[in-house]
């Protein structure tokens, strides 16, 4: 097994065999909130046991081919054969940070003995070329021609850089995911999209580069923080939002199982959104039209990501936001129902607190969104709601408009 190591990470507490490319990143300035735990490894949950019932698979359409979302409890020991049925490898580079290789590396390991792994920085503000030039040099350092596979084991900070790693890696190199987030298993794994953010805007530097397999394991994820699932139910919130009433409905009246990881209910909604999302990307692989919808709440979102320079928001928590600026303007417009706005923030709000935005301003947001990747010929693209379930594309919001939401959802001028 070949072996590179940066001198910057304490590499002996994840194993000698394990490629470092970067310095651990600190800790959050945003404290995780009240009630917020992880479960330590190998802590036994009732979701602990991989269950009997078949695993699901979801086609996806990427141009000429198609590939598999693979949704199994206990799937992750699955590897090796799912591996070997799509002619990944044999020589496989298992790329994630250090705190989920500690959680999973073990069981990755054991499923695919001669995988070898590669450890980037943690956290969205290192989501940036930077990481993606020392997976480069990692590559290289351990001979890595064409022939080789490409694993993502993490999160969606994790599955983007990765992915574009892979994607211009000799031109493009095989990519598996194996998303350990809910957030992850339910979106930012499916659809193909990878990148990385620039200090300008989120998500500026990026290609379009389907998986050959996305692999989701609901056991991964009793190890989440609380606020991390959280994260993950708000990408819910919006699938709902964009395209199913039915799924809003069923978040709505089981929303203390999700916390809770009952298998049925997790793998359902892990199915469910996966299959919205499937089925718009396939219909528009390169967001020319129908996938826009995509990004309800990314609009705000993005932006208070940017202006907090990643580090204060969880993905799903800045896209919280986001959906509820959105449904503002949906309100102010007539396009969305008092009743069904209220639904929405009553939704957000019985999940748990969100982090703090009074002290960000809506004038320095719209400032950002203006470079935003939505913005075409001069004009941004919104999503924007027409009822829980339903929403439409316009490109007439103008700024006066988006700060007054912004500032009606807690921002300040």
């Not at 070997?84 to 959680?103: C, D, K, Y």
């Not at 956290?123 to 040099?137: A, D, F, M, N, Q």
């Not at 998986?211 to 993950?232: F, I, Q, W």
Request: net charge positive.
């Amino acid at each position: 097994m070949h072996q590179y190591c940066y001198p910057i990470i304490d590499a002996h507490l994840l194993g000698s065999a394990v490629t470092t490319v970067d310095r651990q990143a600190p800790v959050d300035a945003y404290e995780p909130m009240t009630g917020d735990r992880s479960v330590p490894a190998g802590r036994q949950t009732r979701s602990s046991a991989p269950s009997q019932r078949a695993a699901i698979r979801i086609p996806v359409s990427a141009g000429a081919r198609t590939y598999p979302i693979v949704i199994e409890e206990g799937l992750t020991s699955r590897l090796a054969d799912l591996l070997a049925t799509h002619e990944i490898g044999p020589r496989l580079f298992a790329i994630s940070n250090p705190l989920v290789w500690r959680l999973h590396g073990t069981a990755v390991k054991a499923a695919v003995p001669d995988v070898e792994p590669i450890l980037i920085p943690d956290g969205e503000r290192h989501k940036t070329l930077r990481t993606v030039s020392r997976i480069y040099e990692a590559l290289l350092h351990a001979g890595a021609d064409r022939s080789v596979g490409v694993l993502a084991v993490g999160g969606g900070v994790v599955g983007d850089t990765v992915g574009f790693a892979a994607a211009t890696y000799l031109r493009g190199v095989n990519l598996v995911h194996l998303p350990t987030t809910l957030l992850a298993q339910v979106d930012s794994a499916v659809g193909g999209k990878v990148g990385v953010n620039h200090p300008l805007a989120k998500n500026l530097i990026g290609a379009f580069y389907p998986p050959v397999l996305v692999a989701s394991d609901p056991l991964l994820l009793p190890t989440l923080p609380r606020r991390e699932l959280r994260s993950g139910l708000y990408e819910v919130v919006k699938y709902g939002m964009i395209a199913s009433h039915k799924l809003f409905v069923r978040l709505e009246a089981h929303l203390s199982e999700h916390f809770a990881h009952v298998p049925d209910v997790l793998v359902a909604t892990i199915a469910q959104s996966c299959r919205i999302k499937a089925r718009i990307v396939s219909a528009d692989e390169r967001e020319s039209g129908p996938r826009r919808i995509l990004n309800f709440g990314h609009t705000a979102g993005h932006a208070l990501e940017s202006l907090t320079s990643y580090r204060r928001f969880r993905h799903g928590e800045a896209v919280a936001y986001g959906m509820l600026v959105a449904a503002e303007i949906g309100k102010a417009r007539g396009t969305l129902s008092e009743a069904e706005q209220e639904r929405l923030v009553g939704l957000i709000r019985q999940m748990g607190p969100l982090p703090p935005i009074a002290d960000l301003s809506a004038k320095r947001a719209i400032e950002v969104i203006r470079r935003d990747k939505k913005v075409v010929r001069g004009r941004l693209h919104f999503v924007l709601p027409e009822g829980i379930g339903s929403t439409t594309i316009v490109d007439d919001v103008g700024a006066r408009e988006l700060e007054r939401a912004m500032r009606r959802a807690g921002m300040a001028r």
